[in-house]
């Protein structure tokens, strides 16, 4: 069955450091997603991306953040300067088209020491 | 803003029983709800998609339900087994395309 792939699982980096989280979603879908969940908090969304442009993204997504289709396959969401607080657990997602089910990743656990 | 909460935070059952999973939104305005399972340390996984136009949604043993007027949506799991152990995770989409999550439900459940 066609999944989300994300990696690496878990990344560390020191504080300001650049980090670069990679997807590959199912291959016949076209909308990706970032959504990241800060441990005992809720899953919260950042950014949608459809046709080589965000088409949506949430006040968390500010300008250290920013995300690439590079090729065909591969989706990327870049910290460009972590901070402690970007610690957290990042999911890719994708679906086929807008408003339908999305299919989640299994994350990529960020830790900023 | 849209709020979404579960209730209740955590559950333990025997084996065999049949429970029931809450789900609220505080906007009504949702094109569909799905409702996803969470293993500890792990992704997401789809369970089902409930359309906002839709009152019920099966798959195998899970029953979902909606009242998207109420701004309620249930789960239901039949015959429970310990393999079901997992976080439950609803979550509601508005016309941005992005997903609201709850807080989820833990449920336990014990042979």
């Known amino acids: 069955e066609p999944e989300v792939t994300q990696t690496p699982s878990h990344q560390v980096t020191q504080m300001g450091q650049e980090v670069i989280l990679r997807c590959v979603p199912i291959?016949?879908?076209?909308?990706f997603y970032w959504y990241r969940q800060i441990l005992g908090q809720k899953v919260e969304f950042l950014v949608s991306f459809y046709n080589n442009e965000i088409s949506e993204k949430s006040e968390i997504f500010d300008d250290q953040f920013s995300v690439e289709r590079p090729d065909g396959s591969n989706f990327t969401l870049k910290i460009r300067s972590t901070k402690l607080e970007d610690s957290a657990m990042y999911f890719c997602?994708?679906?086929?088209?807008?408003?339908?089910?999305?299919?989640f990743g299994q994350g990529t656990r960020l830790t900023v020491v | 803003k849209q709020e979404v909460t579960q209730i209740p935070a955590a559950l333990s059952v025997p084996e065999g029983e049949n429970l029931v999973l809450n789900c609220s939104f505080t906007?009504?305005?949702?094109?569909?709800l799905q409702w996803f399972r969470q293993d500890p340390g792990k992704g997401l996984t789809s369970l089902l998609l409930i359309q906002s136009s839709q009152r019920e949604q099966t798959s195998g043993r899970l029953n979902a339900s909606l009242d998207k007027s109420s701004g309620r949506s249930t789960l239901y799991i039949a015959a429970s087994q310990p393999g079901d152990s997992a976080t439950y995770l609803c979550?509601?989409?508005?016309?941005?395309?992005?997903?609201?999550f709850g807080t989820g439900t833990r449920l336990t459940v014990i042979p």
């Open positions: 291959s016949n879908h076209l909308y």
């Open positions: 979550a509601v989409r508005t016309g941005a395309n992005n997903l609201f």
């Open positions: 906007d009504s305005a949702i094109y569909n």
């Open positions: 997602a994708s679906s086929v088209a807008a408003l339908t089910e999305a299919f």
